[in-house]
Nanobody, 120 residues
Framework: QVQVSESGGGLVQPGGSLRLSCEVS????????MDWYRQAPGNEREFVAG???????RYAESIEGRYTISRDDANKTSYLQMNALKPEDTAVYFC??????????????WGQGTQVTVSS
């Protein structure tokens, strides 16, 4: 069974930083793209950042220059370093990982999300 789990959210003041982690566990043959999304109250879920298995990164315009995505394949983990946070960054952040499980079809697996609140 494959699991995706986010951690690292919390309450931070404007201008502050947080680092989110996305850990993958279970019976896994291969991990492909690792992406981050977020959803603010009343809004649709939106793409934030992604990193391919080759290490190519892409970012949403709204966070480019402030967020950095990375991955540690040995530990099956993705990170999202968030700097210069703004109140409008407040949302639940989700990790979405393209995984090929052992004995199963490859697809995207989602975590339960971690709350990020930016407020003074």
């Amino acid at each position: 069974q494959v699991q995706v789990s986010e951690s690292g959210g919390g309450l931070v003041q404007p201008g502050g930083s947080l680092r989110l982690s996305c850990e993958v566990s279970g019976s896994i043959f291969r991990i492909y793209d690792m992406d981050w999304y977020r959803q603010a109250p009343g809004n649709e879920r939106e793409f934030v950042a992604g990193i391919t298995v080759q290490g190519r990164m892409r970012y949403a315009e709204s966070i480019e220059g402030r967020y950095t995505i990375s991955r540690d394949d040995a530990n099956k983990t993705s990170y999202l370093q968030m700097n210069a946070l703004k109140p409008e960054d407040t949302a639940v952040y989700f990790c979405s990982v393209h995984i090929a499980p052992w004995g199963g079809d490859q697809r995207y697996f989602w975590g339960q999300g971690t709350q990020v609140t930016v407020s003074s």
